[in-house]
């Protein structure tokens, strides 16, 4: 529960332990949520980098963003294609065979956090 005091927001034990949490899976899960972005369109490092912090609220640096895009290019999953009229900005997009390989990686990420789920729901429902 928040309540306000003056100019400061003050989080209850268990909002900061969602809030920290949810960071940590995202931390954890970057690639797959770089992944995930890249699929719905191209963009640059530093606009992944506010979708991602648009979407789970979660600060993540341009460097860590960049190693996977680096990475995922390495192997020819993405592409860096730069914008017109600015040399310097790059827009990462899946390579044909990038697309593949991005579906089969999502495809196994999502089943396994699906079946991680459901174990999860099933222990708590029988400890009831």
């Known amino acids: 529960m ?62 860590s963003v960049y190693t996977i895009l680096y990475s995922l290019k390495e192997k020819n999953i993405l592409e860096a294609s730069t914008i017109k009229g600015d040399l310097r900005s790059k827009v990462y997009i899946p390579t044909e065979k990038g697309n593949e390989i991005m579906n089969a990686m999502l495809d196994e990420f999502v089943f396994s ?3 991680l789920l459901a174990v999860l729901k099933d222990t708590i429902n029988k400890k009831r």
């Not at 699929?39 to 640059?44: E, I, S």
């Open 2 to 63: 928040q309540s306000k005091q003056g100019s400061s927001t003050i989080y209850s034990d268990s909002e900061l332990q969602k809030e920290s949490d949810i960071e940590s899976v995202v931390r954890k899960n970057l690639e797959m949520i770089v992944l995930s972005i890249l699929k719905t369109h191209p963009m640059c490092g530093q606009d992944i980098v506010k979708e991602i912090f648009r979407q789970y609220q979660v600060f993540i640096s341009q460097s």
């Open 113 to 115: 956090i699906e079946h």
